[in-house]
Structure formats: structure tokens, C-alpha cells
């Protein structure tokens, strides 16, 4: 897979967090706020707006994520989730997890327009 987050396929491996009730209702880079209760997430470079397949490389537990915030800004660390998120992950006790993350693209929905979701993947 492409290494070029511009493109239309990626795929990264890497350390993931979470971030929750500290940010809960602050503004995210795309202006939304923050809900930690939604399954989003921060990356550097990925478009806001991207879809993204989260998988636990220890569980191969997988979550599908809204990239809508930019970060993690510490080194080694390649996204941060939402606290709902990393909760279907099972990896909120432990802080962090390694992971695999790929670009999906959204479902299209009458009523939503785009969204996140596992089906058509």
C-alpha cells in the first residue's frame, strides 16, 4: 500500500492512544466538537473527514474511525483515538496499543450523506 497519506490507499502500522474526557466538547481541527462517545480520531496528515480501519494487532479487534482532529503530536505515537474507540479496542486500561490503519472509503447514505461504516469494505 501507498506510505503517501494524500493517496487513496494507506496503510500504517504503529502506537495508538486515546484521548476522552479532558477534550470532551473542546473544537477539533475541523471544527466540530470533540465527543468522546463517537468513534473519530487525530492524525497528522490523513484528511479530515477520512475513514479509517483501526485494528489491535494483539486482539485483531477492529473499529472503523472518522479522522476529525490532527495529532497525536508525540513522537512514536501514529493516532489517537476517541475513548469510544479505543473501549472496542479494549485497549483503554492499557493507554496505548500497536496497530494497523487503513484507509476505507465512506458509505454513502441518503440521509447522512457520507459516512464511516464497515459496510462495503
Not at 36 to 45: D, E, G, L, N, V
Not at 48 to 72: E, F, K, M
Request: proline share 2%; with cysteine; hydrophobic share 40%.
Amino acid at each position: 500500500m501507498a506510505a503517501c497519506a494524500c493517496g487513496k490507499s494507506f496503510e500504517q502500522t504503529g502506537r495508538a492512544t486515546w484521548y476522552g474526557n479532558l477534550f470532551h466538547g473542546r473544537r477539533t481541527a475541523s471544527g466540530e466538537r470533540y465527543d468522546m462517545h463517537a468513534f473519530t480520531a487525530a492524525h497528522r496528515t490523513l484528511p479530515l473527514g477520512a475513514c479509517v480501519r483501526v485494528t489491535a494487532l494483539g486482539s485483531a479487534r477492529s473499529v472503523i474511525v472518522r479522522i476529525n482532529d490532527r495529532g497525536p503530536f508525540v513522537r512514536g505515537r501514529i493516532i489517537d483515538l476517541s475513548y469510544a474507540a479505543a473501549q472496542s479496542l479494549g485497549m483503554v486500561a492499557a493507554g496505548n496499543a500497536q496497530v494497523k490503519l487503513e484507509r476505507i472509503a465512506p458509505q454513502r447514505q441518503a440521509s447522512a450523506g457520507r459516512v464511516c461504516s464497515e459496510r462495503g469494505t
